[in-house]
């Protein structure tokens, strides 16, 4: 079973990922998502990011279950979530490539500017950062690494620990 903590989560980057907002995730709003990535694509490889992006369509498709109308709602988000912890290297490949995005001057860093970018590009829409980005710099020299990156990324989508400061990747929670 998915904990609350799980489902608030899931809840927020379910409203990103229905980019359509028709309520179920579909092959369509993963290709809108991927368009939105490939636009910003900082020092990624723009092919590389949009096959990660798109890889995670048939995870979702397959947990969609028998009714086969290949649209993903998201209790069946929260299935394929629960089972992110066997998923690890599908899980750190994508915060790879989403940092190779954003890192949109290339030094290997994110900057408190590209999160931003990184944020808005997840949602779609302009989102203040100011408070959670300080939480997710975890040594305070104003930058995340790829590691730290990655550990944030990891937590939001395998862990279930409120006082994380990778649940908050996103910003706040849903209520
Ligand atoms: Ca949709
Ligand atoms: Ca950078
Ligand atoms: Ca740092």
């Known amino acids: 079973m998915a904990s609350e903590l799980q489902r608030r989560k899931v809840s927020g980057v379910f409203r990103?990922?229905?980019v359509d907002g028709d309520g179920r995730l579909t092959e369509a709003d993963f290709q809108a998502l991927a368009r939105?990535?490939?636009?910003?694509a900082g020092s990624a490889d723009p092919e590389r990011l949009a096959s990660v992006m798109t890889g995670w369509w048939p995870v979702l498709r397959a947990a969609s279950g028998r009714d086969g109308d290949n649209a993903v709602t998201i209790d069946e988000v929260l299935l394929v979530v629960e089972g992110l912890g066997d998923r690890a290297d599908a899980v750190s490949a994508t915060a790879d490539a989403m940092f190779e995005a954003v890192d949109i001057d290339g030094d290997g860093l994110i900057s408190r500017s590209e999160y931003g970018a990184l944020i808005e590009t997840w949602n779609g829409t302009p989102t203040v950062t100011d408070e959670?980005?300080?939480?997710?710099?975890?040594?305070?020299?104003?930058?995340?690494?790829?590691?730290?990156?990655?550990?944030?990324?990891t937590e939001f989508w395998a862990g279930d620990d409120p006082d994380a400061p990778g649940t908050y990747v996103f910003g706040a929670l849903v209520e």
């Open 132 to 153: 959670v980005f300080p939480r997710l710099d975890l040594d305070g020299d104003g930058h995340l690494t790829r590691d730290e990156f990655r550990t944030h990324w």
């Open 36 to 40: 939105r990535w490939t636009a910003v």
């Open 16 to 18: 990103a990922m229905d």
